[in-house]
């Protein structure tokens, strides 16, 4: 019983991440143009659309002051970031392809891990967890397409 208590312990965790890391998306994906042209417009002139507009925008924007701070934030978020080739012959191209993403460690320990294609784009994106004395759990019900966004605004090296 403890064992489950720990593995819902660390599954609430990337839970949680999921979702920082889905807002940071719609932030950093959002109109940001568009919110400032009506943050500064006066409220009695705006239509009822534009009132709304700006509601959501201002929703969506959350804590960020700008697509520069949401950024920031997402690459301020990691502990570390790795990156690995595989097997290769001796004197052949031996540049990366995986990539390790780690956001918390202990219990519980959470990561992103995927490969990199052949521009140093991540794909396959897979968030991990963990807690003590359990293995790396893959957390499945993520929107694969918003891990991937999040993780390509990480430098992960270029090729030669």
Not at 24 to 49: C, G, T, V
Not at 116 to 134: A, H, K, N, S, V
């Amino acid at each position: 019983m403890e064992k489950t208590a720990e593995k819902n312990h660390a599954e609430q965790n990337a839970i949680r991440w999921m979702e920082t890391i889905t807002e940071q998306m719609a932030a950093l994906e959002m109109d940001w143009e568009r919110y400032e042209e009506l943050k500064n417009m006066d409220p009695a002139d705006m239509s009822e659309e534009e009132k709304t507009e700006l509601s959501e925008l201002k929703e969506t924007a959350g804590e960020f002051e700008n697509q520069d701070d949401v950024r920031e934030r997402i690459e301020e978020s990691p502990l570390s970031l790795e990156v690995r080739s595989g097997w290769y012959s001796p004197g052949s191209d031996n540049s990366a392809e995986e990539f390790n993403i780690l956001l918390s460690t202990g219990g519980p320990a959470l990561r992103i891990i995927g490969d990199l294609d052949e521009y140093m784009q991540p794909e396959r994106c897979r968030l991990e967890y963990q807690d003590w004395g359990t293995p790396w759990t893959e957390h499945f019900d993520v929107d694969r397409d918003t891990l991937q966004k999040w993780c390509a605004v990480f430098y992960f090296g270029e090729e030669d």
